[in-house]
C-alpha cells in the first residue's frame, strides 16, 4: 500500500498560483496512477487532473484546462498540481488519490488510497 500526504494549500489572490504537492510514502509511485480531486462546500467531489508514474498527465477537468498541470518528481516520489490563474471558484479542499493502475481513472471509486486533503482558497 502507499501512504499519501498533500500539502501547499492557502489564501492566495484571484490571479495568483500555487503548487500543491503529494507526498507518497510505504511504496514508490511506480506501480500507481495518481489524480487530484477536489471538493468545494455544498459541491460533488469532482476530478482535477491525473498523471501515471510512467506517464505524462492524459486529462484535466473542463474547469481547469489551460490553468493547472500534474507533474511528477521521481526522485522525490511526489506528484505536483501546479494551479496557475486561480479563481475564486477553484476554492476547495484539493485531494490527491492512488490507484494501482497504469492509467488515469476519472471516477473516485477508481482510487484506493487517499490523502488528507489540503485547503485552497481564492480570494477575490
Known amino acids: 500500500q502507499v501512504q499519501l500526504v498533500e500539502s501547499g494549500g492557502g489564501l492566495v489572490q484571484a490571479g495568483g498560483s500555487l503548487r500543491l504537492s503529494c507526498a507518497a510514502s510505504g511504496r514508490s509511485f511506480g506501480s500507481y496512477a495518481v489524480g487530484w480531486f477536489r471538493q468545494a462546500p455544498g459541491k460533488e467531489r469532482e476530478f482535477v487532473g491525473g498523471?501515471?508514474?510512467?506517464?505524462?498527465?492524459?486529462y484535466y477537468a473542463d474547469s481547469v484546462k489551460g490553468r493547472f498541470t500534474v507533474s511528477r518528481d521521481n526522485a522525490k516520489n511526489t506528484v505536483y498540481l501546479l494551479m496557475n490563474s486561480l479563481r475564486p471558484d477553484d476554492t476547495a479542499v484539493y485531494y490527491c488519490?492512488?490507484?494501482?493502475?497504469?492509467?488515469?481513472?476519472?471516477?473516485?471509486?477508481?482510487?484506493?488510497?487517499w490523502g488528507q486533503g489540503t485547503q485552497v482558497t481564492v480570494s477575490s
Open positions: 488519490a492512488a490507484a494501482l493502475s497504469t492509467r488515469v481513472y476519472l471516477a473516485r471509486y477508481e482510487y484506493d488510497y
Open positions: 498523471i501515471s508514474w510512467s506517464d505524462e498527465p492524459t
